[in-house]
Nanobody
């Protein structure tokens, strides 16, 4: 049974930093993609950053230069380093994964992913 567990969320002020982590257990696929998504109250879930097994990444424009996604394959742990946080980054953050190869343009689409964590909350106050 595949399980994803996020950690690292919290409350910070504008300009602060947080590092999210997502640990995957029960995973048997050797080829996969992983991503971070977020959902603010009253809004749709959006892709924030994604990475494939080759290290290819994709970011939503609003986080470029501020967020960095990375993957430790040996530990099956996905990270999201978030710097210079803004109030508009406030949301529940979810990690997700799916087996196989996917076109770069699909990496930030929620429908691409089969497995999801429960989320970790990030609150940024001004």
């Amino acid at each position: 049974q595949v399980q994803l567990v996020e950690s690292g969320g919290g409350s910070v002020h504008t300009g602060g930093s947080l590092r999210l982590a997502c640990t995957v257990s029960g995973w048997t696929y050797s080829n996969y993609i992983m991503g971070w998504f977020r959902q603010a109250p009253g809004k749709e879930r959006e892709g924030v950053a994604a990475i494939d097994i080759a290290g290819k990444t994709n970011y939503v424009d609003s986080v470029l230069g501020r967020f960095t996604i990375s993957l430790d394959n040996a530990k099956m742990t996905l990270y999201l380093q978030m710097n210079n946080l803004k109030p508009e980054d406030t949301a529940m953050y979810y990690c997700a994964t799916s087996p196989g190869n996917w076109p770069w343009g699909r990496l930030l689409q929620p429908g691409t992913y089969d497995y999801w964590g429960q989320g970790t909350r990030v609150t940024v106050s001004s």
